[in-house]
């Protein structure tokens, strides 16, 4: 339990000082050591797990070299596609539209602001 504290802290430092290849790596290992099944064991909820997902891509989105804007892409789409109870769907849409800012796909970059956008509308008042 602490290194897993650790390598959050580490993760998130290191994405707050826009040292993206560090957060990605701290987040990379943080994933690989859990398992989202046994989640409760470690007493945290589901929504700690997608934050460190969504900490992964928002890394890999910051580095911003194509292979590592497919993999933020995917990361995203797993947010959306695997815990869309998790209230992180509108954050998922904007982070794939920037990845297709980044690539230069304007239209989809925009459909994707338009989807987070109609969502983020559906969030209570407080969180927006």
Do not use: W
Request: charged share 20%; aromatic share 8%.
């Amino acid at each position: 339990m602490k290194m897993l504290r650790s390598l959050i802290q580490d993760g998130y430092t290191a994405l707050i000082e826009q040292r993206c290849r560090s957060a990605a790596q701290a987040f990379t290992e943080l994933l690989n050591g859990l398992d989202p099944q046994k989640i409760k064991q470690l007493n945290l909820a589901m929504i700690n797990y997608v934050l460190v997902v969504y900490g992964l891509a928002v890394s890999l989105l910051g580095i911003g070299q194509p292979e590592e804007l497919s993999e933020a892409e995917n990361q995203f789409k797993r947010i959306i596609e695997h815990y869309p109870n998790e209230g992180l769907d509108c954050l998922a849409y904007c982070g794939i539209g920037k990845v297709y800012l980044k690539k230069n796909r304007f239209l989809e970059a925009l459909n994707h602001f338009e989807k987070a956008k109609t969502l983020i509308c559906r969030l209570p008042g407080v969180l927006t």
